[in-house]
């Protein structure tokens, strides 16, 4: 059995974001993961019981506040654990997820002040996967992504 990859669902344009949308990717890796049933979506923050729509979070050193200065962070570290949850009882070895999601975001997330101002880090959700040793990239990478993959399998059929 070939291996799966867990994807932010709101990639696949399931309506799971914070405003309601989605952010459907037309790309072909995720249409031949589809096609080959390899693709396990998942959404963290409405795994971890936030409704949609619900305000835009963003994480704030080791919390994950609302812009209404509510306290998320239970929330999010529940979603993440489901998502590790989900990706082990499926056999994951590698996620795309959506970039700079607080759950999601690959490498850079926003910095907590609502500014649209970039900084280095994980969402909470890509940490949680990373720290298992799922390999995580993000829609803005699905090239190298692709390539990763390729390598993966070929090395599989050894
Ligand atoms: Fe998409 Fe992840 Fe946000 Fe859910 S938590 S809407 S999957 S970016």
């Not at 963290?44 to 994480?59: D, H, I, N, S, V």
């Amino acid at each position: 059995m070939q291996a799966k990859v867990l994807v932010s669902a709101c990639l696949l344009g399931e309506l799971v974001r914070y405003d309601g949308g989605h952010n459907l990717q037309q790309h072909p890796l995720l249409a031949q993961l589809r096609e080959q049933q390899r693709l396990v979506p998942f959404c963290p923050e409405c795994a971890g019981g936030l409704q949609t729509p619900r305000p835009p979070a963003e994480q704030q050193g080791e919390r994950v506040l609302t812009i209404n200065g509510d306290d998320v962070t239970a929330a999010f570290q529940s979603g993440a654990e489901l998502a590790l949850q989900t990706a082990k009882a499926q056999s994951v070895v590698m996620a795309i997820l959506k970039a700079r999601s607080p759950s999601c975001g690959v490498a850079q997330i926003y910095d907590g002040s609502f500014s649209k101002t970039l900084i280095d880090g994980e969402g909470v959700t890509a940490a949680r996967l990373q720290a298992a040793g799922i390999v995580t990239f993000s829609e803005l990478q699905l090239l190298q992504a692709s390539q990763w993959l390729a390598v993966y399998d070929a090395s599989c059929e050894l």
